[in-house]
T-cell receptor, first 113, second 115 residues
Framework: GAGVSQSPSNKVTEKGKDVELRCDPI?????LYWYRQSLGQGLEFLIY????????KSGLPSDRFSAERTGGSVSTLTIQRTQQEDSAVYLC???????????FGQGTRLTVV | AQSVSQHNHHVILSEAASLELGCNYS??????LFWYVQYPGQHLQLLLK??????LVKGIKGFEAEFIKSKFSFNLRKPSVQWSDTAEYFC?????????????FGTGTRLLVSP
Protein backbone atom coordinates (compact mmCIF):
# COMPACT_ATOMS: atom_id res chain seq x y z
CA GLY A 1 0.00 0.00 0.00
CA ALA A 2 0.89 3.65 -0.08
CA GLY A 3 1.68 3.86 3.59
CA VAL A 4 1.60 1.98 6.86
CA SER A 5 -1.98 1.17 7.75
CA GLN A 6 -3.20 0.50 11.26
CA SER A 7 -6.57 -0.69 12.42
CA PRO A 8 -8.69 0.11 14.23
CA SER A 9 -7.92 3.80 14.48
CA ASN A 10 -9.70 3.97 17.81
CA LYS A 11 -10.55 1.25 20.29
CA VAL A 12 -12.39 1.55 23.56
CA THR A 13 -12.36 -1.56 25.68
CA GLU A 14 -13.34 -2.58 29.18
CA LYS A 15 -10.69 -3.36 31.71
CA GLY A 16 -9.86 -7.07 31.64
CA LYS A 17 -10.77 -7.61 28.00
CA ASP A 18 -8.28 -8.67 25.33
CA VAL A 19 -7.57 -6.46 22.31
CA GLU A 20 -5.85 -7.00 18.99
CA LEU A 21 -4.24 -4.19 17.06
CA ARG A 22 -3.30 -4.66 13.43
CA CYS A 23 -0.52 -3.20 11.32
CA ASP A 24 -0.15 -3.45 7.54
CA PRO A 25 3.35 -2.29 6.63
CA ILE A 26 4.41 -0.81 3.34
CA UNK A 27 4.79 -3.53 0.74
CA UNK A 28 8.34 -4.87 0.61
CA UNK A 29 9.34 -3.50 4.00
CA UNK A 30 11.00 -6.27 5.94
CA UNK A 31 11.43 -4.48 9.25
CA LEU A 32 8.43 -3.65 11.42
CA TYR A 33 8.28 -1.85 14.75
CA TRP A 34 5.66 -1.29 17.41
CA TYR A 35 5.82 1.75 19.68
CA ARG A 36 3.54 3.11 22.36
CA GLN A 37 2.92 6.82 22.76
CA SER A 38 1.57 7.96 26.07
CA LEU A 39 0.85 11.51 27.11
CA GLY A 40 4.09 13.14 28.19
CA GLN A 41 6.06 9.91 27.75
CA GLY A 42 7.31 10.18 24.22
CA LEU A 43 7.50 7.04 22.11
CA GLU A 44 8.25 3.83 23.96
CA PHE A 45 9.71 0.97 21.92
CA LEU A 46 7.82 -2.30 22.26
CA ILE A 47 9.05 -4.83 19.69
CA TYR A 48 10.96 -5.12 16.43
CA UNK A 49 10.39 -7.69 13.67
CA UNK A 50 12.78 -8.60 10.90
CA UNK A 51 10.70 -10.72 8.59
CA UNK A 52 8.61 -12.97 10.80
CA UNK A 53 11.08 -13.17 13.66
CA UNK A 54 11.39 -10.75 16.55
CA UNK A 55 15.05 -10.23 17.44
CA UNK A 56 14.18 -7.51 19.93
CA LYS A 57 11.10 -7.74 22.09
CA SER A 58 12.73 -6.04 25.04
CA GLY A 59 10.16 -3.26 25.21
CA LEU A 60 7.08 -5.38 25.83
CA PRO A 61 5.99 -4.16 29.28
CA SER A 62 4.58 -7.45 30.59
CA ASP A 63 3.60 -10.95 29.55
CA ARG A 64 0.12 -9.60 28.79
CA PHE A 65 1.62 -8.11 25.64
CA SER A 66 2.50 -10.24 22.63
CA ALA A 67 2.96 -9.69 18.93
CA GLU A 68 3.29 -11.78 15.86
CA ARG A 69 3.97 -11.25 12.21
CA THR A 70 2.96 -13.62 9.48
CA GLY A 71 4.11 -13.86 5.89
CA GLY A 72 6.61 -11.10 6.50
CA SER A 73 3.79 -8.63 6.24
CA VAL A 74 0.88 -8.01 8.61
CA SER A 75 1.58 -7.80 12.31
CA THR A 76 -0.80 -8.10 15.24
CA LEU A 77 -0.17 -6.72 18.70
CA THR A 78 -2.28 -8.43 21.34
CA ILE A 79 -2.89 -7.12 24.82
CA GLN A 80 -4.54 -9.54 27.19
CA ARG A 81 -6.51 -8.59 30.29
CA THR A 82 -6.18 -4.89 29.51
CA GLN A 83 -5.50 -2.44 32.31
CA GLN A 84 -6.15 1.29 32.42
CA GLU A 85 -2.43 2.00 32.20
CA ASP A 86 -2.46 0.34 28.77
CA SER A 87 -4.37 3.34 27.42
CA ALA A 88 -2.15 4.98 24.83
CA VAL A 89 -1.63 5.41 21.12
CA TYR A 90 0.02 2.34 19.62
CA LEU A 91 2.16 3.13 16.60
CA CYS A 92 3.53 0.82 13.96
CA UNK A 93 6.41 1.62 11.65
CA UNK A 94 8.07 -0.21 8.80
CA UNK A 95 11.38 0.11 7.01
CA UNK A 96 12.72 -1.07 3.69
CA UNK A 97 15.78 -3.35 3.51
CA UNK A 98 19.00 -1.38 3.60
CA UNK A 99 17.26 1.87 4.46
CA UNK A 100 17.32 3.77 7.74
CA UNK A 101 14.09 5.72 7.51
CA UNK A 102 11.11 4.22 9.28
CA UNK A 103 7.62 5.14 8.08
CA PHE A 104 4.92 5.39 10.71
CA GLY A 105 1.22 4.65 10.58
CA GLN A 106 -1.48 6.85 12.07
CA GLY A 107 -1.67 4.72 15.17
CA THR A 108 -4.43 3.06 17.16
CA ARG A 109 -5.74 5.04 20.10
CA LEU A 110 -6.58 2.53 22.81
CA THR A 111 -8.73 3.58 25.74
CA VAL A 112 -9.31 1.15 28.57
CA VAL A 113 -12.29 2.05 30.74
CA ALA B 1 20.93 2.11 28.15
CA GLN B 2 20.49 4.64 25.43
CA SER B 3 18.46 7.68 26.31
CA VAL B 4 17.44 10.80 24.48
CA SER B 5 16.69 14.06 26.25
CA GLN B 6 14.64 16.89 24.88
CA HIS B 7 14.79 19.67 27.39
CA ASN B 8 12.05 21.88 26.00
CA HIS B 9 8.66 20.25 26.46
CA HIS B 10 6.61 23.21 25.27
CA VAL B 11 7.76 26.12 23.13
CA ILE B 12 5.63 29.07 22.07
CA LEU B 13 6.88 31.40 19.36
CA SER B 14 5.54 34.13 17.16
CA GLU B 15 5.76 33.79 13.39
CA ALA B 16 9.16 34.75 11.98
CA ALA B 17 10.93 34.00 15.26
CA SER B 18 13.93 31.70 15.19
CA LEU B 19 13.68 28.20 16.59
CA GLU B 20 16.16 25.94 18.29
CA LEU B 21 15.08 22.70 19.96
CA GLY B 22 17.61 20.85 22.03
CA CYS B 23 18.36 17.15 21.82
CA ASN B 24 21.02 15.25 23.74
CA TYR B 25 21.67 11.53 23.70
CA SER B 26 23.60 9.25 26.00
CA UNK B 27 25.06 6.61 23.69
CA UNK B 28 28.81 6.90 23.20
CA UNK B 29 29.34 4.88 20.05
CA UNK B 30 28.49 5.56 16.46
CA UNK B 31 24.93 6.80 16.18
CA UNK B 32 22.34 7.67 13.60
CA LEU B 33 20.24 10.69 14.51
CA PHE B 34 16.78 11.71 13.44
CA TRP B 35 14.17 14.39 13.94
CA TYR B 36 10.57 13.41 13.37
CA VAL B 37 7.60 15.76 13.30
CA GLN B 38 3.95 15.06 14.08
CA TYR B 39 1.52 17.68 12.82
CA PRO B 40 -1.89 17.81 14.52
CA GLY B 41 -3.94 14.79 13.51
CA GLN B 42 -1.22 13.36 11.31
CA HIS B 43 1.28 10.54 11.59
CA LEU B 44 4.93 10.90 12.45
CA GLN B 45 7.10 11.85 9.52
CA LEU B 46 10.81 12.23 9.08
CA LEU B 47 12.11 15.80 9.12
CA LEU B 48 15.82 15.09 8.71
CA LYS B 49 18.50 12.55 9.53
CA UNK B 50 22.23 12.29 10.12
CA UNK B 51 24.32 9.21 9.46
CA UNK B 52 27.81 10.52 8.65
CA UNK B 53 29.65 13.30 6.84
CA UNK B 54 28.74 16.95 7.14
CA UNK B 55 27.44 17.45 10.68
CA LEU B 56 25.06 20.17 9.50
CA VAL B 57 22.12 18.50 7.84
CA LYS B 58 19.25 20.11 6.07
CA GLY B 59 15.77 18.72 6.01
CA ILE B 60 12.39 19.59 4.65
CA LYS B 61 10.58 22.89 5.17
CA GLY B 62 13.72 24.89 5.95
CA PHE B 63 14.72 22.88 9.02
CA GLU B 64 18.32 22.00 9.78
CA ALA B 65 20.15 20.24 12.57
CA GLU B 66 23.74 20.17 13.72
CA PHE B 67 25.44 17.10 15.11
CA ILE B 68 28.04 18.04 17.73
CA LYS B 69 29.73 14.81 18.74
CA SER B 70 31.62 16.29 21.68
CA LYS B 71 28.37 17.52 23.19
CA PHE B 72 26.30 14.45 22.26
CA SER B 73 23.81 16.87 20.76
CA PHE B 74 21.67 17.13 17.66
CA ASN B 75 19.76 20.39 17.95
CA LEU B 76 17.04 21.32 15.50
CA ARG B 77 16.92 24.84 14.08
CA LYS B 78 14.85 26.97 11.79
CA PRO B 79 15.65 30.66 11.15
CA SER B 80 12.05 31.80 10.77
CA VAL B 81 9.09 29.72 11.87
CA GLN B 82 5.64 29.75 10.32
CA TRP B 83 2.24 29.08 11.83
CA SER B 84 2.22 25.79 9.89
CA ASP B 85 5.22 24.60 11.91
CA THR B 86 2.95 24.08 14.90
CA ALA B 87 3.52 20.43 15.72
CA GLU B 88 5.26 18.05 18.07
CA TYR B 89 8.92 17.35 17.35
CA PHE B 90 10.74 14.20 18.36
CA CYS B 91 14.45 13.54 18.39
CA UNK B 92 15.51 9.91 17.94
CA UNK B 93 18.72 7.92 18.01
CA UNK B 94 19.80 4.47 17.03
CA UNK B 95 23.13 2.71 17.05
CA UNK B 96 25.16 2.96 13.89
CA UNK B 97 27.10 0.18 12.16
CA UNK B 98 24.90 -2.57 13.54
CA UNK B 99 22.01 -2.17 11.24
CA UNK B 100 18.87 -0.44 12.16
CA UNK B 101 17.54 -1.94 15.34
CA UNK B 102 15.29 0.24 17.41
CA UNK B 103 14.94 3.97 17.44
CA UNK B 104 15.05 5.50 20.89
CA PHE B 105 12.91 8.61 21.05
CA GLY B 106 12.92 11.65 23.26
CA THR B 107 9.76 12.75 25.01
CA GLY B 108 8.99 15.33 22.35
CA THR B 109 8.64 19.10 22.19
CA ARG B 110 5.31 20.71 21.45
CA LEU B 111 5.79 23.84 19.35
CA LEU B 112 3.02 26.39 19.06
CA VAL B 113 3.54 29.18 16.57
CA SER B 114 1.16 32.08 16.93
CA PRO B 115 0.27 34.06 13.81
Amino acid sequence: GAGVSQSPSNKVTEKGKDVELRCDPISGHTALYWYRQSLGQGLEFLIYFQGNSAPDKSGLPSDRFSAERTGGSVSTLTIQRTQQEDSAVYLCASRAPGEYEAFFGQGTRLTVV
Amino acid sequence: AQSVSQHNHHVILSEAASLELGCNYSYGGTVNLFWYVQYPGQHLQLLLKYFSGDPLVKGIKGFEAEFIKSKFSFNLRKPSVQWSDTAEYFCAVNKGNTGFQKLVFGTGTRLLVSP
